[in-house]
Structures are given as structure tokens and as C-alpha cells.
């Protein structure tokens, strides 16, 4: 492994520094996850596209500037230090994107994926139901085959579909045949949420946030062109989907690093009394240990190679990482730490990280599982 940034890289890395420090709106967009933040953002997510900075690392032809995987993470890592908005098409471009570069045709391609660069298409994910969260095997949303229309109609309900309310567009698995074996018979659908027979309930969080929606499907129909992957063999396909999720895709260092800068900062102007300043030190080296982990592991994907389960460990270790960094922060402050402002909403959304993207469980379960080879459960 190569530590050193080359020329080329580094003249990147200036490009993205110079661009970012003249565009980065001066005071922080109110909430991705509220409406009226939601559609700051997205103005925020067109000027990106516009220039060209959307999907660094896509190719030309659907919105990107066939960036390296390298100059990929330069990019995270200036777009977190310049405190730049938060991504509120990351379900599109950061997690159904790599499934559709690796399972979509030509068609779905050219078609679908320039569309979310520029942020015309917003894309929620449409996993989890009222009996399918840690055991996603056990979804009984359904699809039924209706071959006059050349496609399928879909029934069911999927919940804690994130930014849902404001979404035009889902990804999801729905059963295609009931009489398979649970992992099979299921297939991986992208759906139109403004058909008929589509409602989508947003409600409210309580942080606030008004994004989560609940899905309701109700004949709603597909055509057979937005079926991703094949009939049946959807598992697979979503489990590239949550691969990204869990790892580097969703969640490159730079988050982690420059957060623990700030805990840095923080704890040099206020002081840190009472082995606070040791906590401050031991998260700074974890954010760090972080990213010289996904540096090999983008040294493995660019010699060819996929994380799989590995990703796994990816989400354990970001997911707690996050909540001790906060934690440490929240501890910084005192009382002010009471006060909403960036590090108590960081604080309350960093409990939501060992639970969203698969439970800390289910990621412990699959890593004794499948890295570690011991027997299931
Ligand atoms: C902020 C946030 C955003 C989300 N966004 C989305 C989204 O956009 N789309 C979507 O589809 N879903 C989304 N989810 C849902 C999320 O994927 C589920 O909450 C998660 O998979 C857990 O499912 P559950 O809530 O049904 O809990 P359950 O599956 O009921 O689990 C309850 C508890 O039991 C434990 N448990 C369950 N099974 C096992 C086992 N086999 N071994 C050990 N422990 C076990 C779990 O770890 C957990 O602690 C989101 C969740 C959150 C918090």
C-alpha cells in the first residue's frame, strides 16, 4: 500500500479545496430531513452537479469526471473538512448507483443514472417492513406477475423509509414467488412513488426530522424494465446494496476524521479535565485507524477484489466509533451540551448508527459467520 498522494492527485485535491471554499453555503442548511431543508439542499445538490462534482468518480457519460477511487476519498475528505451540506441523494448515488453499475443493463443505465447525478431522481430505500427488519428474509410485500401490462403489480407496505416523504423514487425487494424458499423469490424492483397505487405517509421523528415515511402499495404497477437483476435472485442484489451501505460508500473516512478534529478543537478551547482529554486522543486515533483500514481496502476493490461480509466490519467499527466520539463531545460540553447545535444533533443521530444499515447484532452475527467460520446461531 502506497501512502503517498501523487501530483496529479494532490493538483485534485486543490481543485476540489478551491471550488468548495467558494460555494460552501457560509452558514449550515437547516435539515436535509426536514421539507423546507430538503429543498435548500437539493438546490445545494444541483450546483454540485453543475459542476461537475456530484459523482466525482462516475463516469463522464452519466454525470461524473471518471475520478479514481483515490481521488474519490480526496473529495470526501475535503467535502467533510469544508463542513460542506449534508448528502441528501447518498440512497441514489452512493448506494443503489454501485448496484446499478454492477447488476443494471445498458438500458437502466443510461437511463437511470444521469437522472440521479443531477439530482432530478431522488431515490429512497424500501427494505425494512413491519415484519422484516433484522430477518429482511421474512418481507411478505408482494409482486405479482401481470403480463398484459408487461410487468408487475406490487402489494404491501415497507417502513422507516428514510427522506421517503420527499422522494420521487424506491428501491426495494418484493416477494415473486411465495412458494420459494425464503432468501429466494425475491426480486429487486425500482418503483415510481408517484404511480397510482403508491401512498407514501411521511411522519415525524422525534428529533423532528419529517422525512421517514411509511410506503403503502396497492396494485401499483412496474413494467418489466425496472426490474433490477433477475426474476428471483433479488437477495443477491440487495446484498450489494447494503454491502455499500455498510461500508466504504456510505461512510469514507473523511466523515470520521474530521469530526474528531472538531472533538480536537473542541477539547483544546474548553479544556478537557478528568481523562476527557485521553477519551479526545483515543477517538482521534480510531477515526485515524478507520481510514488506514479503508485505504487497504480500496487498495483490495481497485486490484479487483469485492468486500463483501467485510463491510460488515466497516459498519461496526464507523457505528461505534461515532456514538464514543459524540459521547466524548456531549461530556466536553456539560451542560451545553443540552443546547441543540451541531454536536447534540450529531450525538442523537450517532445512536441511530448501530441500528440503521443492519444492527450491530446482525453485523456481529455475519462477521462470526462468514469471515470467522464459526457455526450459526
Ligand atoms: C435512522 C434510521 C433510518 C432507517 N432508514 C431505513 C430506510 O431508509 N429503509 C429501510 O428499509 N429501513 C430503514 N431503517 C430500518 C432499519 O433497517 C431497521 O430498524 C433495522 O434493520 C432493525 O430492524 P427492526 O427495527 O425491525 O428491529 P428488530 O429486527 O425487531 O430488532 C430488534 C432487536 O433485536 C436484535 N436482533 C434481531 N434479530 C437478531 C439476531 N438474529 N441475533 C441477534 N440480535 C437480533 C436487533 O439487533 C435489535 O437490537 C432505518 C432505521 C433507522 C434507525
Known sequence: ?????????????????????????GSPLPSGDTRHGFAAHLEWERALFEAGWSVVSW???????????????????????????????QNGIFLLAPTIFEFGTAEQQERILPRMAAAQDLWAQGWSEPGAGSDLAAITSRAVRDDEAGGWR???????????????????????????????????FLVDLRAPGVEVRGFERLDGDEGFAEVFFDGAFVPDRDVLGEINRGWSVAMA???????????????????????????????APGGLAERVAQSWIEARAYQLFTLEQVTAVVAGQNPGARSSLNKLY????????????????????????????????SLAGPIYAGTNEIQRNIIAERLLGLPRV
Open 154 to 188: 406490487l402489494s404491501g407496505q415497507k417502513t422507516w423509509t428514510t427522506r421517503g416523504a420527499f422522494c420521487t423514487h424506491l428501491f426495494g425487494l418484493f416477494r415473486t414467488d411465495p412458494g420459494a424458499e425464503r432468501h429466494r423469490g425475491l426480486t429487486y
Open 241 to 271: 446494496t447494503t454491502g455499500s451501505e455498510r461500508g466504504l460508500t456510505l461512510r469514507s473516512p473523511g466523515r470520521f476524521v474530521t469530526a474528531a478534529d472538531r472533538l480536537a478543537a473542541l477539547a483544546r478551547s474548553r479544556g
Open 318 to 349: 464507523w457505528s461505534e466509533l461515532d456514538v464514543r466520539l459524540h459521547e466524548t463531545a456531549m461530556d466536553l460540553l456539560g451542560g451545553d451540551g443540552e443546547v441543540d447545535g451541531p454536536w447534540s444533533r450529531g450525538f442523537e443521530f
Open 1 to 25: 500500500m502506497d501512502l503517498t498522494w501523487s501530483a496529479e492527485e494532490e493538483a485534485f485535491r486543490q481543485d476540489v479545496r478551491a471550488w468548495l471554499r467558494s460555494h460552501v453555503p
Open 59 to 89: 463516469p463522464k457519460r452519466f454525470g461524473g469526471r471518471d475520478a479514481s477511487l483515490w481521488e474519490w476519498l480526496i473529495f470526501e475528505e475535503e467535502y467533510y473538512r469544508a463542513g460542506a451540506p449534508q448528502r441528501v441523494t
